[in-house]
Structures are given as C-alpha cells and as structure tokens.
C-alpha cells in the first residue's frame, strides 16, 4: 500500500494541474493520495472528475484536504494539513478566503520592493504564472523572474529573493494554528501538522507548541517528509507516541517545481486507519 498525504496542484503552486495529478498518482502506483493545496480547495472538483473518468481510476482512492496557512504569536510560520472536511462547512471557507485575498496585497508589497531595488517584475506578470483560480504564492513570483530572465529556476530564485529571511521577504494574514484546528475539527476533518520541525526549510517550530496543538485538537504529525532532519525526525516520533497522535509521511509534491518525487515519503496503513477514524465521516473519493 502506498499512501501519500500531501501533494500540490496548480491549484496552488504545483505545476501539475490536479487532472495530471491523479494520472501521475496512478502512473505511480499510488493506493491513497490526498491533494493539499494551499488554502483553497479549488482543485477538488477537477481531480475528483479525473480520479472517476480514469481508466484506472479505481486503483486510486482520493483524500481531499488542503495546506492551511498558519502563524504562530511569535510570526512563525506553521503548515497545517487539513483532510477529510465538509466543504461547506463556511466558517473554515472563510478562513482560507481571508488568506487567499491577502496574499494578493503581500504580493504587490514584495513586488513594490524588488522594483525598488532595481528588479523590474509587474504583478501582472506574476498573474500570468497562475491558473485563475490558484492560491497565489511565492512560486508563481519565481516563475515570474525565471520568464524575465532575472533567475534560472524557482530554487534559485528562493535562495537569492524569496527565502523567509530575504529583506524582500513579507508575511500575509493567517490564522493561528490553534484556530486552524478547531476550525478543521469543526468542519468534521482531521488536522496533521506538516513538516513540524523542518529547520531545512528555515522555520522550527518549538516543540512547547505541541502541548496547546493537542489540546486544540491536533490529529497527527507529519513526520516523514524531507524538511524534517533525521534527529527531528526522531523527537517528532517520540511527541507523536507520547500523546497518541497519528505519524504520517508523504511527498509534498509540486510537480516540476520542485524536487520532490510522488510517494518518496508515505504513511503506513495502520496509521492511515487511524488518521481516517478520527474524521467525523468517511469522505474518502473512490471510483
Ligand atoms: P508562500 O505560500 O507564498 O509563502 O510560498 C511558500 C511556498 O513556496 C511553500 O509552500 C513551498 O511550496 C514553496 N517553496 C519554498 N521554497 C521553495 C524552493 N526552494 N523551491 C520551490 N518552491 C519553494
Ligand atoms: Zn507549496
Ligand atoms: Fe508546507
Ligand atoms: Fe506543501
């Protein structure tokens, strides 16, 4: 069984458009895929239409969930998967439209400063980067610069402009992770808190926040994912079976924009099970 929880479309700042996806998850030899775009849930419809006009659509059962955007008091950023809601639940909708239209303003904030210091980028080439409805990101900004020739690829355009410690760098409204939960939780899904400790990546969650996540309801960790370093890993699995939360593992894969590869980490089927019952229905999508 192979099991991946965390994958991206061009609903967000994959490149696969979710159609693509389901076929690449296939093609993969996927049994279990859910698609976490950033706050939205855009790509649901179109992968769920893919997964059932298949013609080995019924290899593959489809989990719909999303990334949430999060920030915790001291402005760290927190990743919150969120599988297995209603969709109509309005509250958490809400939620993900407040970020999605933030995001918007951030972005003609770090554009208004790299044209300041010289790099010549318009929103409206930014724009041109996305899929309408996509959840705009730094991604789409890098692909941006990589069209005008300013940077070779998204890699390279994070590590010299878009990282989080850049003086080009600027936040965008989220909610706590403790909101994020709840709200999670009250749409019926389960909450996975996604690559927790990823020091790689240039944000570390201080393991103090577990106790508060837990008692906010938190479902499981995401332990096995390539942000997370090996003794990271470690602690995150000891946090995990200390206070009975499920550990998952998966790809958080982007398509061509970044390196990850479907399925290069995944979740066993017992935890899996777990994760599932802890939903308040089985909303899980099979042909
Ligand atoms: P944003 O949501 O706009 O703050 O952008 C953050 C997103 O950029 C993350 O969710 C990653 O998917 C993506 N990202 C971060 N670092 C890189 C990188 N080095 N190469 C490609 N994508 C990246
Ligand atoms: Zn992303
Ligand atoms: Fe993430
Ligand atoms: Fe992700």
């Known amino acids: 069984?192979?099991?991946?929880?965390?994958?991206?479309?061009?609903?967000?700042?994959?490149?696969?458009?979710?159609?693509?996806?389901?076929?690449?998850?296939?093609?993969?030899?996927i049994d279990i895929l859910a698609l976490t775009d950033h706050d939205t849930i855009a790509g649901w419809q179109e992968a769920e239409a893919a997964l059932v006009s298949h013609p080995k659509g019924a290899s593959l059962k489809l989990v719909l969930g999303s990334e949430i955007s999060c920030q915790d008091r001291d402005g760290t950023s927190i990743h919150m998967l969120g599988l297995l809601?209603?969709?109509?639940?309005?509250?958490?909708?809400?939620?993900?439209?407040?970020?999605?239209?933030?995001?918007?303003?951030?972005m003609e904030r770090i554009v208004a400063r790299l044209n300041?210091?010289?790099?010549?980028?318009?929103?409206?080439?930014?724009?041109?980067?996305?899929?309408?409805?996509?959840?705009?990101?730094?991604?789409?900004?890098?692909?941006?610069?990589?069209?005008?020739?300013?940077i070779a690829n998204r890699d390279e355009a994070f590590a010299t402009y878009l990282h989080n410690g850049s003086k080009f760098y600027i936040n965008h409204y989220s909610p706590s992770p403790i909101d994020a939960i709840r709200l999670i939780k009250a749409a019926g899904g389960v909450s996975i808190i996604a690559h927790p400790l990823a020091s790689r990546s240039g944000r570390k969650v201080e393991p103090e926040i577990f106790t508060e996540l837990i008692e906010a309801g938190l479902d499981g960790i995401e332990v096995n994912h390539r942000d997370n370093a090996e003794d990271e890993k470690s602690l995150l699995l000891e946090i995990a079976r200390q206070h009975n939360l499920v550990v998952t593992g998966s790809s958080d894969y982007h398509g061509t924009g970044k390196m990850n590869r479907l399925a290069e980490f995944t979740t066993s089927p017992e935890e899996w099970e777990r994760l599932e019952s802890r939903a308040r229905e089985r909303r899980v999508i099979s042909k």
Not at 1 to 29: C, E, F, R, V
Not at 85 to 106: A, V
């Open 116 to 150: 300041e210091s010289g790099i010549e980028i318009t929103m409206a080439e930014v724009y041109s980067q996305k899929r309408d409805d996509a959840t705009l990101g730094r991604p789409h900004l890098a692909d941006a610069l990589v069209a005008r020739g300013h």
């Open 85 to 106: 809601f209603d969709p109509n639940f309005e509250p958490l909708m809400q939620e993900m439209e407040k970020t999605r239209e933030n995001r918007l303003t951030r």
């Open 1 to 29: 069984m192979i099991i991946d929880l965390h994958t991206h479309s061009n609903a967000s700042d994959g490149t696969d458009s979710p159609s693509q996806l389901i076929a690449n998850a296939i093609d993969a030899g």
